[in-house]
């Protein structure tokens, strides 16, 4: 990023469809117009399905969500501080099966890799020099849910941690649950919490977790049954409590529709959460208080099955 442009990494699926374009492209984005333009790509790996950056903007982190296990990779790139190309540094096995999200750790010394074929979540080392290391620790998750076509086993979805960067979170869309570890730094690996897990209503499927900047409250986004859920967090012993659970579809609404993606505002004041389907994102207001949330509307995303979405740092776009 720079005071005129910002760079925008785009991850896509190549595979099963070979006649599409693969890779992660880049764009810069105009921050005073919004203009997107192309950039550049790279074409080294299939399907870069999730992407995430380091706290030092110096390396973005891929998984390659491939449906050949041998090739279900975590991928490590340099970004050029002036230019914002990506220069593959290595890659490191997932050790489970189309791996789905990835995140860095904040003192940028892990990466977190959720394998939602499988359903487990692995801790890969970062060195120096923002290299992979080879995974330190491996969690297998186990049950099932109600939806027999999409819960017939577990399916982590997101790994994501607290901002004091002290416990790990997993939403398993497959099981209905939230998994909570604590991290090992020392040891480089992941501790089960006490209690292990939040227990979800039967056939949410949790997606994707994001914390409020106050830290006091996290967002819970459900795919299967389209709700978003405030949850109030004691950071002392990394647990949640359920406060309110909302709709993200208007009440008119009678199609099919999964939600994906959640983010909340460099503001803090408004939250997003996006509908596949209805094809839209569902804006709340969050009540700085109680974290509760409130609609505002739907705006269309003028396409088709809005997967994920990003909000500028400047909060514009």
Do not use: W
Not at 66 to 82: F, G, M, S
Not at 87 to 112: E, I, K, M, W, Y
């Amino acid at each position: 990023m720079t005071k005129d442009r910002i760079y925008v990494y785009v991850g896509t699926y190549q595979q099963p469809a070979p006649s599409f374009k693969k890779g992660i492209f880049t764009y810069t984005l105009d921050p005073s117009t919004g203009h997107l333009a192309y950039h550049s790509e790279i074409n080294d790996i299939d399907n870069p399905s999730f992407l995430a950056i380091d706290s030092s903007r110096r390396y973005l982190y891929a998984v390659d969500e491939n449906p050949d296990q041998e090739k279900c990779l975590v991928h490590a790139y340099r970004i050029d501080p002036q230019s914002g190309r990506l220069s593959f540094l290595n890659r490191q096995p997932s050790l489970g099966t189309l791996p789905c999200h990835v995140s860095a750790d904040r003192t940028d010394q892990f990466v977190f890799v959720a394998n939602y074929g499988s359903g487990s979540v692995s801790v890969l080392p970062v060195g120096g020099n923002g290299h992979l290391h080879p995974a330190s620790d491996f969690h297998q998750h186990t049950g099932s849910g109600i939806n027999p076509q999409r819960q017939e086993g577990p399916h982590a979805h997101c790994a994501i941690m607290d901002p004091a960067s002290l416990y790990l979170f997993v939403a398993d869309l497959g099981i209905d649950r939230i998994m909570s570890y604590r991290l090992d730094r020392a040891g480089k690996r992941l501790v089960p919490n006490e209690p292990p897990y939040l227990e979800l209503p039967p056939g949410s499927g949790p997606r994707h977790l994001t914390f409020h900047q106050n830290g006091r409250f996290a967002y819970l986004i459900n795919e299967l049954d389209s709700t978003i859920m405030t949850l109030e967090y004691d950071e002392s012993h990394g647990t949640f409590t359920v406060i309110d659970t909302v709709s993200t579809l208007p009440d008119e609404f009678r199609g099919e529709s999964y939600c994906a993606e959640i983010c909340i505002a460099p503001s803090a004041n408004f939250l997003y959460g996006s509908n596949r389907g209805h094809d839209s994102l569902a804006i709340f207001s969050i009540d700085q208080d109680s974290g509760r949330l409130s609609i505002i509307s739907h705006q269309t995303t003028h396409g088709r099955t809005p997967r994920n979405f990003a909000i500028d740092p400047g909060g514009t776009f």
